[in-house]
């Protein structure tokens, strides 16, 4: 039963360039979240979605990121015009059941941003 | 949701049981406490999780105090392993919308030899 796969695991963008990041989510799970982690800081909230719906955006910043969750494919977190500040550890979380469930959010390893 | 306290660090001998404490006296009836650890630059791996009742799995035990005030993660035989960052979050269940989680700083746990 496969975890959550994220890819790539290291992206390594110049400033001004895009990046997007990729999640699977586990199987039948269709809830996905995306957290932030600067260096040295601590798992930071960034997006909720369900398939083909974005439920909570509170912690994405408003401009140069947008994240999707289609209907087939993975989820994706997309960086525009990307800065220094960006470089960081991208994870993507998975949970099953439904809007409202007590279901523990299960991580992939994360991508690992690099700006140049 | 309800802030947690734990201290920043503690240390165990290998083969010995960790009990790593948390705080969270104002957690409210319908917020559940999940624990999970962040071994270095890997992701959070979740461990258990818990209402009012004492859990246990293959992981690990969780001993939530009968006033839901505080709750200790229980590693019944530590391992090197184990040596992680451990992260307490308390959460509402039925959030809907609001189902994000947030991490403090953990408890650093360094398991020696």
């Known amino acids: 039963n496969a975890g959550v796969m994220q890819n790539p695991r290291h992206l390594v963008r110049r400033r001004g360039q895009e990046a997007r990041l990729r999640c699977s989510p586990m199987?039948?799970?269709?809830?996905v979240y995306w957290y932030r982690q600067l260096p040295e800081e601590g798992l930071k909230f960034m997006v909720y979605?369900?398939?083909?719906?974005?439920?909570?955006e509170s912690g994405m910043p408003k401009e140069r990121f947008s994240a999707e969750f289609p209907k087939e494919g993975p989820s994706i977190l997309r960086i525009q015009q990307v800065v220094r500040g960006d470089s960081a550890a991208y994870f993507c979380?998975?949970?099953?059941?439904?809007?409202?469930?007590?279901?523990?959010?299960?991580f992939g390893d994360g991508t690992r941003l690099s700006i140049l | 949701d309800a802030k947690t306290t734990q201290p920043p660090s503690m240390d165990c001998a290998e083969g010995r049981a960790a009990n790593l404490p948390c705080n969270h006296s104002?957690?409210?009836?319908?917020?559940?406490v999940y624990w999970y650890r962040q071994i270095h630059s890997q992701g959070p791996q979740y461990i258990i999780h818990?209402?009012?009742n004492n859990e246990t799995n293959e992981m690990a035990s969780l001993i939530i105090t009968e006033d839901r005030k505080s709750s200790t993660l229980i590693l019944p035989h530590a391992t090197l392993r184990d040596t992680a960052v451990y992260y307490c979050?308390?959460?509402?269940?039925?959030?809907?919308?609001?189902?994000?989680?947030?991490f403090g700083k953990g408890i650093t746990l360094s398991v020696r030899p």
């Open positions: 979605l369900q398939k083909e719906n974005i439920i909570d």
């Open positions: 199987k039948g799970h269709s809830h």
């Open positions: 104002t957690i409210s009836g319908n917020e559940y």
């Open positions: 818990g209402l009012k």
């Open positions: 979050i308390v959460r509402v269940f039925y959030t809907g919308a609001n189902s994000k989680l947030t």
């Open positions: 979380a998975s949970r099953s059941g439904g809007s409202y469930s007590n279901q523990p959010q299960h």
